[in-house]
């Protein structure tokens, strides 16, 4: 079901459905220009370490689960640090989104800052992603993945996604229904995502993406990425952990 209607505009009512599960995507429109996202698309591309935790998706960054649950907390903090200097480079040559996606949601109101984890400090948050493939039907919610960890104990967790470089044919699938736990036994063993059968009877919203905008889910919903080539968005994790309180990561 093409149903982009469905997809709230940036304002706090609706940030505030998609935490509480009541809406699947907020839009935010012309978040950058053709030109910020041509200019930061081209230092991602350059610049970045390339990561992977799954085939169809260069990670042009680190990530908690790679590096941290794959590996451990030193190793993600360690990497974490490094990572600054390349924020720096690209917040020097041309604009880092977190700082303004940031500063959007602190003028809704939200306090926003980066996830902390006791006896490590800051993560990580703002990577690029170069897609080819498909992604299945999965979803993205550590206190599933992560216990021990201080995104293990979110309330509700979002992915935010600013889209760099996209086909009018790209569609991001939401579907209306949210992971519980007794959902892993439709796992596809041995891997991260589901037998579609999870899904049967929820409402499927096709959501097609414009280069310069960002889309913000709740990542706890099912969801999927058709088939697209070469696709690049930056973005991280929000985690919910108090009434109004956003934290960041990857
Ligand atoms: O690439 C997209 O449109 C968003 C997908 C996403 O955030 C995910 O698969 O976790």
Redesign the pocket.
């Known amino acids: 079901m093409a149903d982009s209607h469905r997809v709230a505009p940036f304002t706090k009512g609706s940030m505030d459905a998609l935490i509480g599960g009541e809406a699947v995507a907020v839009r935010l429109d012309r978040f950058a220009s053709e030109d910020e996202i041509a200019g930061l698309a081209q230092l991602l591309l350059r610049g970045s370490i390339r990561t992977n935790s799954i085939a169809e998706v260069t990670r042009l960054g680190i990530s908690q689960f790679e590096q941290g649950v794959r590996g451990s907390k030193e190793a993600y903090f360690a990497a974490a640090r490094e990572q600054q200097g390349f924020a720096d480079r690209v917040r020097q040559a041309s604009f880092w989104p977190l700082d303004r996606f940031m500063a959007a949601l602190g003028a809704l109101g939200y306090d926003v800052d980066l996830m902390s984890e006791p006896g490590f400090g800051s993560y990580w948050a703002g990577n690029g992603?170069l897609?080819n493939g498909t992604?299945p039907v999965?979803v993205?919610f550590s206190p599933q993945d992560s216990p021990g960890w201080a995104v293990g104990e979110v309330r509700a967790q979002l992915?935010w996604?600013l889209?760099l470089v996209c086909a009018p044919t790209d569609e991001?699938i939401i579907w209306d229904r949210q992971w519980c736990p007794a959902d892993d036994d439709h796992l596809v063993p041995g891997e991260y995502f589901y037998d579609a059968t999870v899904v049967e009877g929820a409402t499927r919203f096709a959501i097609a993406?414009r280069p310069g905008e960002i889309?913000v889910?709740n990542?706890r919903n099912y969801?999927?990425?058709a088939t697209c080539e070469n696709?690049l968005?930056f973005?991280s994790f929000i985690g919910v952990v108090a009434p109004d309180t956003l934290r960041f990561w990857s």
Do not use: E, W
């Open positions: 992603k897609r992604t999965h993205d992915a996604n889209y991001l993406p889309l889910l990542s969801h999927t990425v696709r968005a973005g």
